[in-house]
């Protein structure tokens, strides 16, 4: 079950682990105070900006942290391996994606990892219940295992762009995609990876609640785009809204592992 709905979780709050994963492109937003301000009853805080590993040479990107970074970052939050997680966001890129990516990257069972259809969007549109009152936390030990098959780097991209082992598939939006919109981060020139393929995750959402579309309407989308094997990696602005494709084409096809060009357009389009 890699997505719950609003109605589940409202009726599970208090039998499951809930993770606030926001995270905003728009510097004029501040997920942290957003959390502060209100949240679902019981989640816990996911700073994705410090749970990343953001070279100092990409200061923009969102790489893998190390696992002892993950490990005392998730122990902190109060999390145990065998624990049900329930992730949500308050974020258009559907930021909550990248948390349960990292989570099934750093050994998590993806039986035990679901995002929150939806979101906080959602969520308040229901006239759900929020509140800005601290959650507890016990800290954990929690313990965390690489699956590196998840991801890709830089120099398997090149290799790919020659060899043509697998298909590329961006979540940026069209224009910048093509080169036809600036970038919203600095030195970071305009344009996509040679041949890739552009799939921008705002036609696999429904912009009234942010839920994902059904699972007929993604077969028909990503079929549209050419997209019907295993051998696909995703890649976007930081490898945030990648993730949320990643789990799109998870939901039509049992046997995809998510896959993800962890350095995505900020470091292949570096100038």
């Given at each position: 079950?890699?997505?719950?709905?609003?109605?589940?979780?409202?009726?599970?709050?208090?039998?499951?682990?809930?993770?606030?994963?926001?995270?905003?492109?728009?510097?004029?937003?501040?997920?942290?105070?957003?959390?502060?301000?209100?949240?679902?009853?019981?989640?816990?805080?996911?700073?994705?900006?410090?749970?990343?590993?953001?070279?100092?040479?990409?200061?923009?990107?969102?790489?893998?942290?190390s696992?002892?970074?993950?490990?005392?970052?998730?122990?902190?939050?109060?999390?145990?391996?065998?624990?049900?997680?329930?992730?949500?966001?308050?974020?258009?890129?559907i930021?909550?994606?990248?948390?349960?990516?990292?989570?099934?990257?750093?050994?998590?069972?993806?039986?035990?990892?679901?995002?929150?259809?939806?979101?906080?969007?959602?969520?308040?549109?229901?006239?759900?219940?929020?509140?800005?009152?601290?959650?507890?936390?016990?800290?954990?030990?929690?313990?965390a295992?690489?699956?590196?098959?998840?991801?890709?780097?830089?120099?398997?991209?090149?290799?790919?762009?020659?060899?043509?082992?697998?298909?590329?598939?961006?979540?940026?939006?069209?224009?910048?995609?093509?080169?036809?919109?600036?970038?919203?981060?600095?030195?970071?020139?305009s344009?996509?990876?040679?041949?890739?393929?552009?799939?921008?995750?705002?036609?696999?959402?429904?912009?009234?609640?942010?839920?994902?579309?059904?699972t007929?309407?993604?077969?028909?989308?990503?079929?549209?785009?050419?997209?019907?094997?295993?051998?696909?990696?995703?890649?976007?602005?930081?490898?945030?809204?990648?993730?949320?494709?990643?789990?799109?084409?998870?939901?039509?096809?049992?046997?995809y592992?998510?896959?993800?060009?962890?350095?995505?357009?900020?470091?292949?389009g570096?100038?």
């Amino acid at each position: 079950m890699t997505l719950v709905s609003t109605d589940w979780l409202n009726e599970n709050l208090n039998k499951v682990k809930i993770i606030d994963a926001s995270w905003h492109l728009d510097k004029n937003r501040n997920a942290i105070e957003e959390y502060n301000k209100h949240h679902i009853e019981n989640a816990i805080f996911f700073d994705l900006d410090k749970n990343s590993n953001q070279k100092m040479d990409l200061p923009h990107g969102h790489f893998l942290p190390s696992v002892s970074h993950h490990e005392k970052a998730i122990s902190e939050m109060g999390i145990t391996n065998t624990d049900r997680i329930i992730i949500y966001c308050y974020s258009n890129l559907i930021s909550s994606c990248r948390a349960w990516f990292q989570f099934l990257y750093f050994g998590h069972d993806p039986k035990l990892v679901s995002i929150l259809n939806g979101g906080m969007k959602k969520w308040k549109l229901e006239g759900r219940k929020v509140t800005n009152r601290k959650t507890k936390v016990i800290p954990t030990k929690y313990k965390a295992t690489e699956n590196t098959n998840m991801i890709k780097v830089k120099s398997q991209i090149n290799e790919n762009i020659k060899r043509k082992e697998f298909t590329v598939l961006d979540a940026r939006s069209k224009k910048r995609f093509l080169g036809l919109e600036s970038e919203p981060r600095p030195g970071i020139k305009s344009g996509s990876i040679k041949e890739s393929k552009s799939l921008p995750l705002s036609e696999i959402v429904n912009i009234k609640d942010n839920t994902f579309l059904n699972t007929k309407k993604l077969r028909n989308i990503f079929n549209s785009s050419g997209i019907n094997s295993n051998k696909i990696v995703m890649t976007c602005g930081s490898s945030v809204s990648a993730a949320s494709l990643a789990l799109a084409y998870s939901l039509i096809n049992d046997d995809y592992m998510p896959k993800i060009y962890i350095g995505s357009w900020t470091e292949f389009g570096k100038i």
